[in-house]
Structure formats: structure tokens, C-alpha cells
């Protein structure tokens, strides 16, 4: 059983669409990678500015025990949708003061960890020291959620799937005019061969397509055509003189002298 042909556009629609993928794809991961590198690091050093901020305008109130004027400076945080918790601990390791963002106070954390800003539990956060001098007063820590990077995340998927759908368009349009340029010379061999074929004329010629690697095809295409036609025609001639043969031997009525008559008209 015959295995079924594919069409040879389907063939080159296809390797078009699976090149252009690929490229596509490799890109758009390019570029969401560095975005999404970028705009972490972006989030870390803009927490740590504010941190810094708001660790240089506590020192007084941890200074003087003043936790009222700490927690003005923390709700100073409200500016930034972003931070969901923060508190300010004393150098003892005691909560301060505190900014909840609609969240529990056992949000905060009881004991803190080293100096820096990390992303755990799906969150950023930072913790800062608050110092004076070389005294170290206590320790700010903030929380910032994820949400600008998600809905950058987001902007940056739609963006992609616009680029990738008008750039699929761009190639398919693109291979349609490739496709013809690419399957004219191959449809006007496929014709010339069927007019062969049809019509046993060997004198039909492939025309030239302009492209250099279809011209030598057809250039080979024209001589084997001119070989076949060369060899018809000796073939042609052969017959001929065969039957001329046949009509003087029953002519004379001489068979016993038809290898000399054949010498004498070959």
C-alpha cells in the first residue's frame, strides 16, 4: 500500500511556521528572562531605598522611645500599595512599632534574620538596620508582595502573544509569495513532462526559470530530452529502412538474397 503524498506547500508552510516558532520562542524566553531578572532587581534596590528612608527617620523615635512617632513613620509606607507589613523592633528584638496593611499582627515575624532583601513565601522582604553613628538602635522590617511583578509578568505574556500572532501572519503572507516563486519552476517541469508524456512529443522544451539551481535541473530535463529524441529518431529511421527491406523481399520474391539487398540499402 502506497504511503499518501503530502502536498510540498503543506511541507513548506510547515517548515516556515516551525522555523519562525523556534525563533519566536527563543526571543520571547530571552526576553521575559531578562525582564523578569531586571524588574527583581529593580524591586530589591527601590525596597531598599525606602527602607533606608524610613530607617533614617526612626532612629529618634527608637533614640527616645517614642513608638508613637514610629508608627507615623512607618504608616509613611501607605504611598506604596505594595507593602503589606512592616515593624520596626528595638535593640533588644522587641516589636516597636508596626504597619499592617490588612494583615494579622502574627504576619510579623518573632525573631529576625540576617541583614538583606530576599524573595520567601512569595513575597519580598527587607530587613534594614536602624542605626545612629556606630550604635545600632534597632532593625526595620518590611514586606512587599508581588503584584507589580505579576501584572508585569502579565503585560509582558500579552505582549508576546500579540508579537507572536502578527508575526505568524507576516510569515504566512510571506511564504505564499516564497511558495510561488519556489513552486513555479517546479510546476512548469511537472508540465512539460506531463506534455511528454501525454502526448510522446519530444521535442517539447523545458523554458529557464531564472533560478540557477532550477535552470541547471532543467537544463538536464532539456538534454535528456534531446538524447531521447535523438535516439527516436534513429530508431525511426532503422524501421524505416526494415520495412523497405520487407517490401523489396516480397517484391523479387528473392528471401535467399534479402542480406544483400539489407548491405546494399544499409
Known sequence: MATPSTPIRRILMRMIFLSSGVVLAVTSAAF???????????NIEQLQTLSKVIASNST????????EDA???????????????????????EVFATYL???PASRLPAHLGAPGYSFEHGALIGIQPVAQGSQQLGTLYVESDLGAMYTRATLYGLIVLLVTASALSVAYLISRR?????????????????????????TVRAAPTGAREFDVFTDAFNQMLTRIQQSE?????QLERLGLLQH????TGDRQDLNSIFLVVW
Open 32 to 42: 521575559c528572562t531578562y525582564e523578569a531578572v531586571t524588574f527583581r532587581n529593580a
Open 60 to 67: 529618634a523615635a527608637l533614640a527616645f522611645d517614642n513608638s
Open 71 to 93: 508608627t507615623a513613620v512607618l504608616t509613611a509606607l501607605k504611598a506604596n500599595p505594595h507593602i503589606v507589613a512592616a515593624a520596626l523592633y528595638d535593640a533588644q528584638g
Open 101 to 103: 496593611h490588612g494583615l
Open 178 to 202: 516564497l511558495q510561488y516563486q519556489l513552486l513555479r519552476p517546479i510546476q512548469a517541469l511537472a508540465a512539460t513532462a506531463k506534455a511528454v508524456s501525454d502526448r510522446n512529443d519530444y
Open 233 to 237: 529518431g534513429k530508431l525511426h529511421a
Open 248 to 251: 523489396i523481399t516480397r517484391a
